[in-house]
T-cell receptor, first 115, second 112 residues
Framework: EPEVTQTPSHQVTQMGQEVILRCVPI?????FYWYRQILGQKVEFLVS????????KSEIFDDQFSVERPDGSNFTLKIRSTKLEDSAMYFC?????????????FGPGTRLTVL | KQEVTQIPAALSVPEGENLVLNCSFT??????LQWFRQDPGKGLTSLLL?????REQTSGRLNASLDKSSGRSTLYIAASQPGDSATYLC???????????FGTGTRLQVTL
């Protein structure tokens, strides 16, 4: 069964460093998302992406964050200068299209630890 | 702004019991509601998707209901097993965007 994959599973970085989290969405899906979950808190929406541009972003997704689809399979989230409060589990998700009726499928997550 | 609440926050039941998890949302203008399972330190596994026009969905021992007008959904788990132990999250899609708004989850433990 097709699934969303994410790499790495765990990333440790120093404050101020840049990190890139990678995702491979399900192959025939067109709409991609990033969510994050700070330990003990709710899963929060960061950004949605369709047709090589951002569809919607949350207040969390400030200028330190960017997303890219560098090729036909990968979808990346870059954090330019990490802060301690960026430590969280980051989830990538995909859906067939941008219809609000479509099911979203999540990857296993990348645990980001900022020291 | 949509708010999603799940009650109870934690639940412990003996194996074999049937149980109900509750989810409520403040804005009834939703497109769909998804129930997820999350194991400790792991990703989100989609269990059931209910469209706004549907009243319920079933998958195996799981049954989810939706009452959009009252802003409520329930997840019924029949004949619970220790392997059902996990955190269960509900999330809704509403408004003009397709983003999910999540609840805080119910941590379920099924004991032998």
């Amino acid at each position: 069964e097709p699934e969303v994959t994410q790499t790495p599973s765990h990333q440790v970085t120093q404050m101020g460093q840049e990190v890139i989290l990678r995702c491979v969405p399900i192959s025939n899906h067109l709409y991609f998302y990033w969510y994050r979950q700070i330990l003990g808190q709710k899963v929060e929406f960061l950004v949605s992406f369709y047709n090589n541009e951002i569809s919607e972003k949350s207040e969390i997704f400030d200028d330190q964050f960017s997303v890219e689809r560098p090729d036909g399979s990968n979808f990346t989230l870059k954090i330019r200068s990490t802060k301690l409060e960026d430590s969280a589990m980051y989830f990538c998700a995909s859906s067939k299209d941008g219809s609000s009726y479509n099911e979203q499928f999540f990857g296993p997550g990348t645990r980001l630890t900022v020291l | 702004k949509q708010e999603v609440t799940q009650i109870p926050a934690a639940l412990s039941v003996p194996e074999g019991e049937n149980l109900v998890l509750n989810c409520s949302f403040t804005d009834s203008a939703i497109y769909n509601l998804q129930w997820f399972r999350q194991d400790p330190g792991k990703g989100l596994t989609s269990l059931l998707l209910i469209q706004s026009s549907q009243r319920e969905q079933t998958s195996g021992r799981l049954n989810a209901s939706l009452d959009k007008s009252s802003g409520r959904s329930t997840l019924y788990i029949a004949a619970s097993q220790p392997g059902d132990s996990a955190t269960y999250l509900c999330a809704v899609v509403g408004g003009t965007a397709s983003k999910l708004t999540f609840g805080t989850g119910t941590r379920l433990q099924v004991t032998l």
